[in-house]
């Protein structure tokens, strides 16, 4: 069971791990940019300016909306059924710790957009924008601080596995690393990179194997924690994110409506 979200008001379900996708219905005039679900009833998804954020509790079957006006939403991410933050334009973090009933203004950054949220737990978290911004939290969301990127550019994706170890994927090919949960954020070389890519997504299912998946239709596989990357790419234009359930078994979604499943 999976979810795909995009614009005009896209939310689609899979019930047999990809072979088929059903549009649910929602509410309309809404762009949507994230989904996220921690289980297989309750979910939630945000989107672009003045789009609301919206959650399930049936697995889709209906979709209540809350707005939080004047902001562009891009990346969701819940520690658990109540715990939960989304992150957007100008630097801004919001969180619920009521499931997404209610949401209250979590801290407001340098003005830079922040494109992906990820929390370990619900003490620590990561997200990563524009200008190789990088900003963590130890405590919930109580502060935010900043770690070095060494980067310019716009940070698209952050996946973590536990509190030190994770990989962030950006523009011009570009691919970070942290073995001590963000003190240091190292700069992966090796493998087909390449300063015209950009990359979307980032996901690993261990501290060995993960992928990362950007434009030209590039999705790179690591079975070293990315000290090699392998190249399997699927020429097909532009993927945006994936989810991998295992070593084997993925889902990709790809802009202008492409989904591929391996």
Request: overall charge neutral; glycine content about 16%.
């Amino acid at each position: 069971t999976g979810w795909a979200v995009g614009n005009e008001s896209t939310i689609l379900n899979t019930t047999n791990g990809g072979n088929s996708w059903n549009r649910q219905t929602t509410i309309e005039g809404t762009y949507l940019e994230s989904v996220f679900f921690i289980d297989y009833s309750t979910g939630w998804a945000v989107g672009g300016y003045n789009s609301p954020i919206l959650k399930t509790t049936n697995g889709g079957i209906n979709w209540t909306a809350q707005t939080i006006g004047g902001t562009s939403l891009y990346s969701v991410h819940f520690a658990d059924r109540y715990t939960g933050w989304t992150v957007g334009s100008a630097g801004r973090i919001f969180k619920s710790t009521n499931g997404g009933t209610n949401w209250i203004f979590n801290f407001f950054g340098s003005g830079f957009e922040l494109r992906s949220v990820y929390f370990t737990d619900t003490s620590y978290g990561w997200a990563v924008g524009s200008r190789g911004i990088i900003r963590n939290t130890t405590n919930g969301g109580t502060n935010w601080l900043l770690q070095q990127s060494g980067a310019k550019i716009e940070l698209r994706s952050v996946h973590l596995i536990d509190r030190n170890t994770g990989w962030i994927a950006g523009q011009l090919g570009t691919i970070l690393k942290t073995t001590n949960g963000g003190a240091n954020w190292i700069a992966l070389r090796n493998g087909p990179f390449g300063q015209g890519m950009s990359y979307e997504g980032a996901f690993f299912i261990n501290r060995d194997t993960g992928w990362v998946c950007g434009s030209l239709g590039t999705i790179l596989k690591t079975t070293d924690g990315g000290n090699t990357f392998e190249n399997n790419p699927i020429f097909w234009g532009y993927l945006k994110d994936m989810y991998f359930i295992n070593a084997d078994t993925g889902l990709l979604c790809a802009a202008f409506g492409g989904m591929f499943r391996t």
